[in-house]
Structure formats: structure tokens, C-alpha cells
């Protein structure tokens, strides 16, 4: 299952987060910033998961952004480290060409683009169309 | 990939202009400037004083009238900016909901975002969203509905489901996909947090499965991964759609755009090979169904992608998990090999992680990768590492332990995160108890287990050390022998420097020396006094340890009383109550070697101390404060439930106030029964305690008590379970060695190994290859654990400290008890019938649950049947022709309580009637099968058949010949694993009254969850540990019985327990709480309170159906009072 989904920047800077466990206002800040930290920590060549206190991080960089992903231990690591990467080719045919100014001044649109992908922690659409679909549909109304 | 955001902030500056431009019309300005001000954040100091800023504007605009839906949208953005910051934007979140009613659809959109991102579950606001939920829902605008479904997905209040569920289920048969799916992933939200709410639907949710849209069959598939995996008994008959799903997915018959980089659905596969391997395990009729599927979906990710790997190592776990097959495991085995061997370091801890499942089925498979194994050991990655040392930990033996704990024990001298030390050191602390080759050893490792462990180590190490070494094997001179290392060794530890060793440490080994040091004759008492002493004085040396090292002073104190008078001279004057206090009891002690050889006797086993744990000899004082007019006690969680009902609104009349009392205070520790406070209780007789309470008050905190006023216990296993150490493994030693040699000799690149490798290797994998035939299923026979503990009398029939008794055999775990029998795990024999002697047998409680079942009256339960429980059955004069049949049970099972016979079905030649029997472990359904003709009636056979219930055994449902006005019976033993409220169950008989004529008779009935409950005995204390453990609850009030005069709560609960089979726990003052189990084992507590005239009922479980199930039933109990 998945716990949490940060999109984060090499400076630490939360650009989004999505819990999907109930986390304490107060202590996401310290939280993210602790993760990050191990994320940041980690070499090149080292793997793309880390073990922080009862869970797991999947983390996969994209320029100066990282997307850290909480998991429980029964999950796939492979396959959220890849559903990380699904995500981003989203949200770069929807922007076409992603970069973190996007996701700073759409924050409302990725987020529902992930809650098209991502409810409960479980994985519940990955068919880029359809993922979209939703929101492509909104964009047109707001126009018209 | 990095082609995908290319733009750095370093490039921040320049973009600005142009995002504002191309996206002008939308940002506004408010939005804008916090963007911007965000990103030239430098310090944290800097971004309180912007928040604060942006707070107090947004809170301006929020509340004034002209502020327009599109503007409030915008605050919205940048209120989800400042929680995401971590500020607190509560003010913001009433007008989410506004948005949300009123907006336009992009502004309703962000509404119900910005609800899902601020609201959790249960949280007030919630229940206005109701409204605005039902009106989309019902709106004629898809993309309304479409957002409705999605926000009552994410959050919805439990109690207001049956509002809407009616509109999704109907949005299960509507034209749009998009709509279908969303509808079935509402419902799967609803299933998980109120399971009972959905369960009419669950024909509804197979259609879904058979939808003709890929999309609303995947989203179906995770109410199914969850319904499987609670029961996947109730599931084997959709193996076959499941597989056809698989093999069109990997046949490559979805639509392109299901494709991820060329592989089909990929996420769907996974989920899919997730809920074969729950059906086909431990199954296998099941498991030959998808072999082929399996099969296929190996052969077809040969593609050189993460995600196909991703699928392969699914696929892998489900093949080890289901039935095995020599094939498919062999190609499974070779898939592995791809995985480890992978440069690719991802890969590369998949791999590890793959092994380490299967080497649980197939140990051999460690040895095939042992370089490698050896080679991620060393891995300068924290991560690879520290999974090959799961993997390590999950093929020690007793040969190759002290190797692997070796390197275990090194990795968490270098090892800097507490969590991981933590889990570790728990592990070593495991491993060494097990398989431990020698005593010096195991003292020593425990001892570095301690030293590493630190202060953050779980308490129940050193518990369970302790209690190793108190309560001993079978030979009392392994035992002393044991404990003289201890001593020994801990002489040795304290001689040195003990400034820096943790407290759990010194803890420990003032324990020991306070119980065995004088198992050590050429060691002076008073040496031992002095170290002893000396830790005193350290600084570093916290009070509870104090409190321990004080203890094991008393008890070694004996013909020392120079040094012992001196000590407690020293410390009368200390600032600690607490040590002040122990000082006077040395003093009192040391003086008096009567009252110390009274109080403290030598080597007494401690299983024959008995613990009071009601603290019943407290109860003249509590009556006496409760008299003097103090408050009764109430458990903290009340305390708190109180707490935040005064500030939400009072509707309720003013009761009286809470003032904090003498008497609530001191019996605080019922609720918080850990280890140390145990102590408080001294021995079982309560009289004589409260006697000694006034005279010498002797409070031994933080030491657990080994003995009892009784001589030592004479040892109940017999010689013939005693577990030979080792022989075994010795004797297959050479045969191990040899077949590592053989690998070794295989392995393709030997260039690259070196000798050291190859001599850890052997070491490392010694003892795997060794059984001659794989047993492919569970793990091979564990050797049993070197430290084998007693057996203790009090935990064998309700234990709750699960950590105590390891099973190491992981083989013989059915897959009912991976449920949520923690409690009552026991699985029911073959024929159970047969075991009702042995469960009676000697156990106390079991004669207690018999005894208050007995005391039970006459209680009318259900429409259609009455529940007879007899005082005694032999005393009972039959009321009625049908009960003259209960003389016919057979003689083993007569006894149980049982309900009044009722008649099913007949027929001219056959009548059949039932009754239920309430056994301890299931419910006994009794079917009498009358002959009513005079002639011989042949072939009798009798079908139950009941989709909820899970037959355990059944007798007598074939009768070959049944003569002239003659009844047989046979017996159904019937489990609930899942609890409904009412189940009915059908049924065929089918008899033969003349050769070759074959007539059949069906029948039908219910039954209700209150057959399949069973007291839950347990003391206060077990229930207080319990109840904090459990996460599902729910309250209501009930209606409280008042009749009778007497005391309301004790008249509520006593009907209550006549009609559900409940155990009262205690009572106390205006609440009582009260326990049951469901048969198969999950518990359920009630904490009843009496609330003016209402009865508030709080009720936890571990099952998520289960409170509401027996809240039912006591609701209906109480109406029919």
C-alpha cells in the first residue's frame, strides 16, 4: 500500500504531498525534511530504496525534483518505482514538458490528476487517456 | 528521463515572465505573489513570517462578502500551500466545503480537493459535504457525478453511507465507464471502513469483475485482493474468471493505450498474481488451474524493462506461494538467478528480496546465490545490506549462527538508524535463543545485544532473557550452569567501566546477580555488594534502574549487614521518594532474617507465585474512599472520552463533576498493567497482603518476582519432548559441507571468488542443502530451540503476550490463523469431536466458562428458536416429546449446552429435527433423523451447505441403514470466520425407501453470530493490555434496564451476558466492561458506562465487522427484555 506521495526539490522544498494515512499536521514539515535528507544522502549508483522507520522509500529523481514515494514492506517496489515515472509522463503529455514552475502554479491540477491514479493508497488508473480524461473535460468547461 | 523537467530552479528568474503568460488568464495575482515569495524563501524564519502574513490576508478575504467563487478558488490553492508548509489553515476549510456546494465545476472541483486534502475521516465538517454529495450525485452533469464519486472514494463520514448508497450502487449500471468505475471504487471505500454496510451488494460487485470495460473490472479487482485475502476459502470458484483475465491481459487482447512501454496493463497483472497466490496457496486443485497462466506470463516478460521485472518477481512470490510445481519452480529458481546476477542495483534488491521470500519454502536456493549473497553483504549500499541480512536471518540454523550473528552484530556496531537497530537486535536476541551452540555464547551475544541495543531496545528482550533464564529448562544443572556464566560474566562487565552500558543493560545484570550470585561460591558476597553499590553512585544511572540494582541488593543482602546498613544510611537522605523508601525496607530487612527469609525466600521457581492481578485486596480501601464520598475510578481513555465531549456542545442535563481523588489515583495501575507493576501483587492471598500493606509497605518495583512460598514445581513435560540439543545437525554436517563444495564447483565465473569468500560461504551456508528431500511447502523442520521454555499453565489457554512463545514452525500455520487469531489461534483437530475431554482438561477458566454458562437461564433469542441452557442436563425433566431426543447424543458431547430441539423437515417416512450445541471451540449443529416408518429406510445422506460457515468436521451424515422407528444423528462442527449477523443455512436429505429409489428432502434454518460467540475470559488487566491493542471500535448508546430495582448496569449486563454469551469482566462503580471472543478467535471488548439513562457501549475488536455485528445483537437483546 502506499502511505504518502512528496514531490520535493534538492533544496528540500515540499512542492507537493499527498498522505493517504492520516499524518499530523505538525509533524508532516519534519517528516518530509528527515526523508528527504536520507533520500538526498544516497549515491548515484546506489538503489532506489530506502528503509525509513516502518516503511519504505521509493524515490526516482527528475532534474532537481525528486518524487519519494512511503510504501508498506508488502508492496512492489519495482512497480511504484515505475508508477513514479507514469506520473511524470502524465504529467509532462499534459503540460507537455513538465518543469517544477508547472507543478508549483497548477498545484490543484496535479493533485487531481493524482487522485485519478492514486485512491487509498492503492493504484487505481494508469491508462494515461484516462487518467486525463477528467480533467481535460474540466479544462474545457471552465473555457466554454 | 531528465529531458522530462529540464527546467531547474536555477533557471527560475527568466520563467517567471513566461508562465504568467502563457497561463495569465488563470493564476491570479494572489497566487502569484505566494509562489513567487515562496521560491525566494532562504530561512525558516523567513517562511513563518510569510505564512503568518499570508494567513491573516486569506483570512480577511475568506470572510468578506465580495470575495467571488473564482477568488475563493484561489485561496483554496494557497491554503493548500500553507498546510502543505505545515501551517495550520483551519479557517479555510468551511469555505472548501462552501466551494465545493456553490462553485461552478473547475471552482466545485477544487472544493471537493481541497475537503479531501484538509478533512481526515471523522473529522465534523465532513456531514456537511452530505448534502452537496447527494446533489451531484444526482446531477445530470457527468463530470458533477464523476467528482462526487471521486471525493466519496477519498472521505466520506461512516455514519452517512446509507445516505448515499443507494445512488452509487445505481451508478454501477451506468452507460460511462468512467462513472462505473468510480461508483466501484466508492464501494470498495465503504467496504473498508464499514464492511457491513456493503455486504448485500456483493452480487454487484461480481458483475463489476465481469464488466465489459477492462477499467471497471481492474478497479473492482481491489475489493477482491481484499475480500480473498480476509477469505480466500469463500473466492475458489472465481479462480477460473481471475486466470481468464490474466491470460488475455498477456495475451495482449487490451487496448493500446492499457500499454506502459510495450507491456500490457502491467499494475494489473501485478494485482491479478497477487489474488492467484492468495487462492492457490496451501490449495491445490486450485493452484493446477493457473500453472499454465503462471507459465506463460514467465515466459512472456523476457523485455528487458523495470516494470517486467517488477511483474517477474510477483510472479515468482505467487509460484513459491501456491502448490508447488517442480517446473514452474525451476524456471521461477532460474528467474531469481536474472534478478541477482543483474547489474542493475534495483534489480539487484528485488532479487534479495525474492530470495529472502523463498527461502523460507526452498533454503537450498541461498546456496546457489551464496557469492552473490556474499558479495551484497559487503555492499557499500545501506539498503542491499541490510536485505541480505533479512535474508541471512531467515536461513540460520543452528551451524551457521554464530557466523551470521556475527555478521549481524557488526553491521549494527556501524549502524547509525535506531529503527533498524531496534529491529535487528530483536532478531540477533531471537536467533540466539533458538539455535545459541553454547552458553558462554549466548551470554555473550545477549550481552552485546544489550550493550548495542542501547535504551531504545523493545523491553520484551530482556523480559523474555530474564525469563529464560528464571524459569529454565528441564535439567536444573544446565539451568545453574547457565546462570553462573551470567554471573560471571557480568562480574566481569561491571568491574570494568559501566559508566556508559545502557539502562536495560545494567537492569539485567542486577537482576541476575541479585538472584544468582550466590550460585558462585568463590565469589565474596560483599564483591558483589560493592559493584552493586558502586553503580549507585554513577550519575549516568537512571532512577529506574536504581530501583533494580536496590532489589538485587535486598536480596543478597543476607549476613552483610555492616555494608547493607551503611548503603541504606547513604541513601536515606536521598532526594527520591522511591529510594528513600527501599533504603528503610533494606534497613527493616537486613535486620530482621526471619521476615527476609519470609519475604524473599532463595530459589523458589517463580511460576508457583500466584499475582493478584483485580488487586482485590484493594477493594476495603476502595469501598472505604468511595464511601467517604470519592469519585469511582475511571480508565484514562474515559477520562479523555470526557474530556472532549465537554467541549463539544452539552446537550445532556449536568451531572456531577469529576474531582480527582485519593481513590483514582491509587488504582491507576489497573489500566496500565506492564511487566513491573505485576509485582505489586505479592502472592494470592489477598488478606494476608492487605495485612502486611500496613505494617511493612515493601514495594519492590522493577523486579520480577521468581519465587513463591511453594518448593520448586515438579516439571510437567516428559522426558520424551525434551529437545536434543543438537544431534541432528551434527550428524548431517559432513553431507552439508560436501553439497557446498558442489556448488561451489558449478558456479560459472571462479575467477572472481577468493578464498576468504569461499570460507564464509561455507560458514554461512552450512546446514541448507542438507535434507534429502525438500520439503517444498513451509520450511523444513526447524530443530527445536536450544532454550525450550516451560510450559506456563496461566498462558496456555489465554496468553495475550504473543511475544513469548515463538513458533518456529511456520509450516503448520493454516492460513485461518494468519486472520486475526492472535488470541485463540488454536485450529480445530480433525475430529474435535473427540477433544472435548482434553479441552476441559485441568484448565481452570474452562470449568469458569462452563460454570457461568451453566448459571444461564432460559433466554429467548431469535424468532424461531429457544435456547434452552439447563442448570444441569440430568436434573432436567423433558418439557416436550422432541427434547426425549437429546437423550441420543452421543455420550462425549452430551453435556454441552445446548438449545431446544426443533423440527426442520419430514416427510411420511423421515422427520428431521436440530439443535445447537455450544462447544469451546465451535458450534455443534445436531441433525436427528427420525425413521417414523416401520421399515428399514437405506443409504441415508445428510448435505448442509452454508456459504458464511466453515464446517470443521462433520459425523454421522451417512447412514447406510436406518431401521423401523429408529434415529440416528449426525453432527456438523460449524465456524464463522467472517461475522454476519444472521446467517441461514440449506440443506438436502436424500434416503432410499426401496432399492434404486432415491428421494430427497431439503431443509433450511438460521443461525445468528450469538452461537458463535463464546466468553472471552480474562482478568481486568488482560483486558486493559487488549483493548489498547485493538483498532476497530464503535459506540453507541443502548438502552439501559431498569427493571427489577436493582442496580440498572448489573441487570443490563447480566441480561446482556444470558443472551450473547458474554464474560463480565468486573464491574466498577458505573461501568463495566466485558469480553467475548467469535469462535475462530477474534476477541471483542465492551466498555459499557452507565450515562444518565442510557447505557454508552464502546466496543473494540481486532475484526472490522465484528463490534457492529454484536452491538446488534445486544441491541436486539435489550429490546426483547
Known amino acids: 500500500m502506499i502511505k504518502f506521495l512528496l514531490m520535493v526539490n534538492k533544496q528540500g522544498q515540499t512542492r507537493l504531498s499527498k498522505y493517504y494515512e492520516q499524518v499530523e499536521l505538525g509533524k508532516r514539515a519534519a517528516l518530509e525534511a528527515d526523508m528527504v535528507r536520507g533520500c538526498l544522502a544516497r549515491r548515484k549508483e546506489e538503489c532506489s530504496f530506502v528503509e525509513y522507520k516502518d516503511y519504505k522509500l521509493v524515490y526516482r529523481q527528475y532534474a532537481a525534483l525528486f518524487i519519494v514515494v512511503g510504501i508498506t514492506e508488502n508492496e512492489n517496489e519495482l512497480s511504484i518505482y515505475e508508477l513514479v515515472h507514469n506520473f511524470v509522463e502524465v504529467l509532462d503529455k499534459y503540460f507537455s514538458r513538465v518543469s517544477e514552475l508547472d507543478i508549483m502554479f497548477n498545484l490543484d491540477k496535479v493533485h487531481i490528476i493524482l487522485d485519478e491514479m492514486i485512491v487509498n493508497g492503492h493504484i487505481v488508473e494508469t491508462n494515461k487517456n484516462r487518467i486525463l480524461a477528467p480533467l481535460l473535460a474540466l479544462d474545457k468547461m471552465a473555457e466554454g | 528521463m531528465s529531458d522530462v523537467v529540464e527546467k531547474t530552479l536555477s533557471a527560475l528568474p527568466g520563467l517567471f515572465d513566461n508562465v504568467t503568460q502563457t497561463g495569465a488568464a488563470k493564476i491570479t495575482s494572489g497566487l502569484k505573489q505566494l509562489i513567487r515569495s515562496i521560491t525566494e524563501l532562504t530561512s525558516k524564519h523567513e517562511e513563518e513570517k510569510l505564512m503568518k502574513q499570508e494567513l491573516s490576508a486569506m483570512k480577511e478575504q475568506v470572510s468578506s462578502p465580495n470575495t467571488s467563487m473564482k477568488q475563493m478558488r484561489e485561496v483554496m490553492v494557497r491554503a493548500m500551500y500553507c498546510e502543505m ?110 464492511p457491513n454496510q456493503v455486504q448485500h451488494i456483493h452480487a454487484k460487485f461480481r458483475k463489476a469483475l465481469c464488466d465489459k470495460d477492462p477499467g471497471v473490472m481492474t478497479s473492482s479487482l481491489h475489493i477482491y485482493l481484499q475480500l480473498i485475502r480476509e477469505s480466500p476459502d469463500g473466492y475458489k470458484d472465481l479462480t477460473g474468471s481471475f486466470v481468464a483475465i490474466m491470460k488475455q491481459v498477456v495475451g495482449g487482447k487490451l487496448p493500446m493505450d492499457f500499454y506502459y512501454h510495450n507491456v500490457p496493463a502491467p499494475w494489473l497483472q501485478i494485482q491479478l498474481l497477487r489474488i492467484l497466490s492468495l487462492l492457490g496457496r496451501e490449495d491445490q486443485s486450485t493452484s493446477e488451474q493457473m500453472y499454465e497462466v503462471l507459465d506463460e506470463s514467465l515466459r512472456r516478460a523476457e523485455m528487458n524493462h523495470n516494470i517486467t521485472y517488477a511483474i517477474l518477481y510477483e510472479c515468482v512470490k505467487a509460484i513459491y506461494t501456491i502448490h508447488p510445481k517442480a517446473e514452474l519452480l525451476e524456471k521461477a529458481a532460474r528467474c531469481i538467478g536474472n534478478f541477482v546476477l543483474s547489474p542493475k542495483i534495483n534489480l539487484k534488491y528485488l532479487g534479495l528480496k525474492a530470495l529472502t521470500y523463498v527461502v523460507q519454502h526452498d533454503a537450498k536456493l541461498a546456496l546457489q546465490h551464496q557469492m552473490t549473497i556474499i558479495e551484497c553483504l559487503d555492499h557499500s549500499d545501506f539498503t542491499i545490506k541490510r536485505e541480505t541480512l533479512e535474508l541471512l536471518f531467515r536461513i540460520t540454523n543452528a551451524q551457521n549462527v554464530t557466523v551470521i550473528v556475527e555478521k549481524m552484530l557488526d553491521f549494527l556496531r556501524g549502524c547509525g538508524d535506531e529503527h533498524t537497530v531496534i529491529h535487528l537486535v530483536g532478531k540477533v536476541a531471537e536467533l540466539a535463543e533458538k539455535f545459541a551452540p553454547d552458553n558462554s555464547w549466548f551470554i555473550q551475544t545477549m550481552s552485546d545485544v544489550f550493550s548495542i541495543g542501547g535504551d531504545s531496545l523493545q523491553q520484551d528482550v530482556p523480559n523474555n532473557f530474564l525469563r529464560l533464564l528464571a524459569e529454565g529448562s528441564e535439567c536444573k544443572e544446565e539451568d545453574d550452569e547457565l546462570r553462573l556464566f551470567a554471573v560471571d560474566s557480568y562480574l566481569t562487565v561491571l568491574k570494568g567501566d559501566a559508566s556508559h552500558l545502557p539502562q536495560h543493560f545494567l537492569q539485567v545484570m542486577s537482576w541476575v546477580l541479585g538472584e544468582y550470585s550466590h550460585l558462585q561460591e568463590c565469589v565474596d558476597q560483599r564483591e558483589v555488594i560493592r559493584l552493586l553499590a558502586k553503580l549507585l553512585d554513577q550519575r549516568s544511572v537512571s ?247 516451560k510450559p506456563r499453565p496461566h498462558e496456555s489457554s489465554s496468553s495475550s503476550s504473543g511475544t513469548s512463545e515463538r513458533s518456529s514452525d511456520s509450516s503448520s500455520r493454516s492460513s485461518r490463523t494468519t486472520t486475526d487469531s492472535f488470541l485463540y489461534g488454536s485450529l480445530l483437530e480433525e475430529e474435535p469431536v473427540t477433544s472435548t475431554s482434553t479441552t476441559t482438561n485441568g484448565l481452570s477458566q474452562n470449568k469458569h466458562t462452563e460454570g457461568d454458562r451453566r448459571a444461564n437461564t432460559s433466554q429467548i433469542l431469535g424468532s424461531d428458536m429457544v435456547i434452552v441452557r439447563p442448570n444441569t442436563i440430568q436434573d432436567r425433566h423433558p418439557p416436550s416429546a422432541s427434547s426425549d431426543l437429546t437423550a441420543l447424543l452421543p455420550s462425549e458431547i452430551k453435556d454441552l449446552p445446548h438449545s431446544d430441539v426443533i423440527s426442520l423437515t419430514s416427510d411420511p417416512s423421515l422427520s428431521l429435527a436440530s439443535c445447537r450445541m ?204
Open chain 2, 85 to 194: 508548509l505545515g501551517y495550520d489553515a483551519s479557517f479555510t476549510y468551511i469555505h472548501a466545503i462552501k466551494l465545493a456546494q456553490q462553485g461552478s465545476v473547475l471552482e466545485k472541483r477544487v472544493g471537493y480537493l481541497a475537503v479531501s486534502l484538509f478533512l481526515t475521516e471523522g473529522h465534523e465538517l465532513l456531514l456537511l459535504l452530505v448534502n452537496t454529495v447527494l446533489k451531484d450525485l444526482q446531477s445530470t452533469n457527468l463530470i458533477e457525478v464523476c467528482m462526487a464519486l471521486t471525493v466519496v472514494a477519498q472521505v466520506f463520514p461512516k455514519d452517512m453511507i446509507p445516505a448515499v448508497l443507494p445512488l452509487v450502487e445505481d451508478k454501477l449500471s451506468h452507460p460511462k465507464e468512467i462513472i462505473r468505475r468510480k461508483a466501484v471504487l466508492a464501494l470498495y471505500k465503504f467496504y473498508l471502513i464499514a
Open chain 2, 543 to 789: 532512577s529506574e534502574t536504581r530501583v533494580w540494582i536496590l532489589s538485587a541488593l535486598t536480596k543478597i543482602s543476607e549476613g552483610q549487614t555492616d555494608l547493607i546498613l551503611e548503603l541504606a544510611e547513604s541513601l536515606s537522605s536521598s532526594q527520591d521518594t522511591v529510594l528513600r523508601q527501599q533504603a528503610q525496607e533494606l534497613r527493616h530487612l537486613s535486620r530482621d532474617s526471619q521476615l527476609q527469609e519470609c519475604v524473599l525466600p532463595r530459589g523458589a521457581p517463580w511460576d508457583s507465585m500466584e499475582v493478584d492481578s483485580s488487586l482485590s485486596f484493594l477493594d476495603g480501601f476502595v469501598s472505604e474512599a468511595l464511601a467517604a464520598g470519592a469519585a469511582p475510578y475511571k480508565p484514562p481513555h474515559q477520562r479523555q472520552e470526557e474530556l472532549s465531549e465537554e467541549r463539544a456542545l452539552n446537550l445532556e442535563p449536568y451531572s456531577f463533576s469529576l474531582p480527582v481523588s485519593l481513590s483514582s489515583c491509587s488504582i491507576t495501575d489497573r489500566q496500565s498493567p506492564p511487566l513491573l507493576s505485576v509485582s505489586s501483587g505479592l502472592s494470592g492471598n489477598s488478606t494476608e497482603l492487605s495485612q502486611k500493606e500496613g505494617s511493612s509497605t515493601l514495594i519492590l518495583e522493577g523486579v520480577r518476582r521468581v519465587w513463591g512460598k511453594d518448593g520448586y514445581l515438579p516439571q510437567k513435560e516428559t522426558a520424551a519432548t525434551a529437545p536434543p540439543v543438537d544431534e541432528p545437525s551434527i550428524a548431517v554436517h559432513p553431507s552439508g559441507q560436501q553439497e557446498v563444495a558442489e556448488r561451489i564447483e558449478t558456479q560459472p565465473e571462479p575467477s572472481t571468488r577468493n578464498q576468504d569468500k569461499q570460507q564464509l560461504a561455507s560458514s554461512l551456508f552450512v546446514g541448507l542443502g542438507t535434507q534429502s528431500s525438500i520439503s517444498l511447502l513451509g520450511k523444513s523442520e526447524a530443530p527445536p530451540p536450544r532454550f525450550r521454555k
Open chain 2, 918 to 1121: 455450544f462447544r469451546d471451540e465451535a458450534l455443534l449443529l445436531v441433525i436427528f433423523i427420525c425413521n417414523c416408518t416401520d421399515t428399514v429406510i437405506k443409504d441415508v445422506a445428510v448435505q448442509l451447505t452454508c456459504e458464511e460457515l466453515e464446517t470443521a468436521s462433520l459425523r454421522g451424515n451417512v447412514v447406510d441403514c436406518l431401521e423401523g422407528k429408529s434415529t440416528s444423528v449426525c453432527h456438523y462442527a460449524l465456524l464463522m470466520d467472517e461475522p454476519h449477523t444472521n446467517v441461514s443455512f440449506t440443506g438436502t436429505v436424500s434416503y432410499q425407501t426401496q432399492p434404486g429409489h432415491t428421494n430427497t428432502l431439503p431443509f433450511s434454518g438460521t443461525l445468528s453470530t450469538v452461537d458463535f460467540i463464546r466468553p472471552l475470559v480474562v482478568t481486568t488487566e488482560e483486558y486493559g493490555k487488549l483493548w489498547l491493542s485493538l483498532s476497530h471500535d464503535v459506540k453507541q448508546n443502548l438502552k439501559l434496564l431498569t427493571d427489577a430495582g436493582g442496580d440498572p448496569l448489573k441487570t443490563t449486563l447480566n441480561a446482556l451476558k444470558d443472551a450473547l454469551q458474554l464474560h463480565v469482566v468486573d464491574i466498577i462503580g458505573s461501568e463495566g466492561i466485558v469480553a467475548c471472543r467469535l469462535l475462530s478467535g477474534a476477541p471483542c471488548l465492551l466498555h459499557c458506562r452507565v450515562n444518565g439513562s442510557a447505557l454508552a457501549m464502546w466496543l473494540r475488536s481486532p475484526h472490522p465487522s465484528l463490534p457492529d455485528c454484536i452491538l446488534y445483537h445486544c441491541q436486539r437483546a435489550l429490546a426483547e427484555h
